[in-house]
């Protein structure tokens, strides 16, 4: 069956969000089945994150060499023989050792995807907001359909579901189109993209205004907790900002191509910096919805500006600046301001939402650079 390339993104983009949705909230659970102790938990975890900080350069200058297609699938079936693993094995150091493998894996998964779908829509041009936006839904569905299988035969059917979606992420991985002329022939090294001046100004947008919204994941069901928010209302308000980023996916394409990479990279640092005032200042249901809803444009409109941006580079530079601006623009970012964000909110409690709202404000300068 002939399959058009959006709708083999769109599948592609499914399925790995999945496994993301599916293994995300349970990963902690299995480890601590498998006998880590906290301490243990939380070395494992951060060893894993610093693997794919590390890996993912690495991996990039593979997919230059060797083509997107091969260290895609490479990778996500690596990822999905691992995780089975996670949930079977016992024990601080064999739990480490898969993790780290695991985390090799996986690293390239995400940012190659979206680099091949630069790369696709350079020759055939497509609305990548809305082939994105399923996963986005994928990510809701399997998250609620792993939290159904975990109540009934514990974490570690979560892991199964994970695995058999990165199974399929290789799969349909396996048949992305080749882009059509002759691969372009990478030029430079590892830091090749740094040369250019729209990448170096993308980097510190991204680390600002998504870097901010660290805090968010660190800490806000624990804010809203202690405002006495219930389970139920706080997983609206996690779901409902995530209904908004579906939204902007699906139906933004007029408002992306009109403010193209520094617009929608300034709209996402206003937008951060109001939603972070609001969400320090009350736990009020109508004003939080309301903050909510920013998710749509202070996390959705800065991944579409990036985007946009990423695909202005030249095309040889694709998996480098793709898993660069991952890895440096968006991880390295977002694992600091979350170390940070632990003293902050011991300190400040929900006030500490504001330093991410200066973080944003500060976005908007960059934001505003990018239009050099």
């Known amino acids: 069956m002939r399959i058009s390339p959006p ?4 599948l592609l983009f499914a399925v790995q969000f999945a496994s993301l949705g599916a293994a ?3 990963i902690p659970a299995v480890l601590s089945a498998g006998g880590l102790s906290a301490t243990q938990l939380s070395i494992v975890l951060a060893l894993g994150s610093v693997t794919r900080l590390l890996t993912s350069p690495a991996s990039a200058r593979l997919a230059d060499g060797w083509g997107l297609r091969a260290v895609l699938v490479s990778g996500a079936a690596l990822a999905a023989l691992t995780l089975p693993a996670m949930a079977l094995l016992q024990g601080f150091a064999m739990l480490l050792l898969v993790q780290l ?5 996986v690293a390239p998964v995400v940012p190659l995807s979206d680099a091949a779908a630069i790369a696709e829509m350079r020759a055939r041009p497509f609305d990548y907001g809305r082939v994105r936006a399923w996963g986005s839904i994928a990510f809701i569905v399997s998250a609620v359909t792993a939290g159904q299988l975990v109540s009934l035969t514990g974490p570690a059917a979560a892991l199964w579901l994970a695995a058999c979606c990165l199974g399929a992420t290789a799969l349909v991985a396996a048949g992305l189109p080749q882009p059509p002329g002759p691969r372009p022939r990478p030029t430079g090294g590892m830091w090749e993209p740094l040369r250019h001046p729209g990448f170096r100004r993308l980097l510190p947008a991204s680390a600002l205004i998504q870097g901010s919204h660290a805090m968010y994941y660190g800490f806000a069901t624990l804010h809203w907790q202690a405002a006495g928010l219930s389970a139920g209302m706080i997983g609206l308000l996690w779901a409902w900002g995530v209904v908004m980023e ?3 996916f699906l139906w933004g394409r007029r408002l992306v191509d009109r403010l193209g990479a520094p617009g929608l990279a300034t709209l996402a640092a206003l937008a951060g910096v109001l939603r972070w005032v609001v969400t320090g200042a009350t736990s009020e249901l109508v004003p939080l919805f309301l903050a909510q809803t920013l998710h749509a444009l202070s996390f959705g ?10 695909a202005a580079l030249p095309s040889g530079l694709g998996a480098r600046a793709q898993t660069l601006h991952s890895s440096l623009g968006v991880g390295l970012a977002s694992g600091a301001v979350m170390l940070a964000s632990g003293p902050l909110y011991a300190a400040f409690g929900g006030h500490a939402f504001w330093a991410m709202a200066g973080l944003c404000a500060l976005g908007v300068v960059a934001g505003l650079r990018l239009r050099g």
Request: aromatic share 8%.
């Open 101 to 105: 493998v695991h985390s090799v894996g």
């Open 301 to 310: 409109a800065m991944h579409l500006g990036a985007i946009r941006a990423l």
């Open 7 to 10: 709708t083999r993104f769109a």
């Open 246 to 248: 579906v939204a902007l």
């Open 24 to 26: 995300m909230p349970f």
